[in-house]
């Protein structure tokens, strides 16, 4: 636990001391004002959590600034070796360096919210809703933030690694139009998942570099997908939605803004922060065994 919190302190102190956290602060700060203004003052509207919801694109923007250079620098500069020979696990390194961008985090989300404080001073405010809407949008940065490390992980580039990072959460915003592009019968989702177990199989070749394990184990998922289909075609009605569902992180979001303490979409959040640390240190632990 010290040694993690010697690279979370290191790393903190990374940000402080270069103009990347001040802008990503001053980013989100300027943005959610700006809609302030407009939405809160301006128009004398008192629900905040409409500000943060018309805010959320900021992420697209702030979040592969802030991460692209905090595993790809290290890489490219081969200072990675240092993590491969380092008496400290690779996890603790990870979340070290993954808590100090939550840290950096907390300034803007900390002075939000004192912004329904500011709006009750002028009218009725339920405190409840915009402090979930906080939560809510606090948790959707900790995802997003999460996505950024592990786009990291994978290239020694910070600029692969920042537009790498903003075409996954631009995909994952969109996710909810990109579904409704797709009709919901059967045929047409198992057409996407025959394309989707190719593209697979490819990237499992690009990985192994082994020709015969990657087409056999394509050939066998897809004649499996086929048998399933022929088998019970029922299943695949809607499927496509639904997996697209999974990746739809802002739509989680929804119930935050309407007031309600989302359980299921807090340990939703919570999962993609999981899933995205445990991929970057096995990115990192696959590089230390080659």
């Known amino acids: 636990m010290t040694k993690m919190l010697a690279v979370y302190k290191k790393e903190l102190k990374t940000y402080f001391t270069s103009v990347i956290g001040y802008l990503f602060i001053s980013f989100i700060l300027v943005l959610i004002g700006i809609y302030f203004t407009s939405y809160n003052i301006g128009a004398a509207y008192p629900k905040f959590e409409v500000t943060l919801s018309a805010g959320t694109f900021v992420f697209l923007i702030a979040v592969p600034i802030l991460t692209m250079r905090i595993l790809a620098e290290e890489r490219r500069q081969k200072t990675d070796q240092l993590l491969f ?49 906080i939560l809510g949008f606090f948790l959707l940065g900790c995802a997003n933030l999460a996505i950024g490390v592990f786009m990291s992980a994978v290239t020694e580039s910070q600029v692969i690694a920042a537009v790498l990072t903003f075409l996954v959460l631009f995909a994952c915003h969109v996710t909810e139009g990109i579904s409704s592009f ?10 996407a998942f025959v394309v989707v177990l190719a593209v697979l199989t490819w990237g499992l070749y690009t990985m192994i570099h082994n020709t015969f394990i990657s087409v056999t184990i394509g050939v066998a998922a897809e004649v499996a997908l086929l048998i399933a289909y022929l088998t019970k075609a029922s299943i695949f009605e809607g499927a496509i939605q639904k997996v ?5 992180i802002s739509g989680h979001f929804d119930n935050f803004i309407n007031g ?5 979409g807090i340990i939703y959040f919570l999962s993609v922060v999981i899933v995205c640390i445990f991929l970057t240190v096995q990115s990192i632990a696959k590089r230390r065994w080659n």
Not at 104 to 133: D, H, K, N
Not at 182 to 191: D, H, P
Not at 260 to 264: A, E, F, G, K, T
């Open 244 to 248: 697209l569902n999974i990746f739809n």
């Open 260 to 264: 309600i303490l989302d359980i299921q």
């Open 182 to 191: 797709f009709s919901e019968t059967a045929f047409t989702s198992y057409a």
């Open 85 to 133: 020979t380092s008496p400290v696990s690779i996890g603790r390194i990870v979340m070290g360096k993954y808590l100090a961008l939550v840290t950096i985090y907390l300034v803007p989300i900390v002075i939000l919210c004192f912004y329904p404080l500011i709006l009750r001073q002028y009218g009725e405010v339920t405190l409840g809703s915009a402090y979930s809407a």
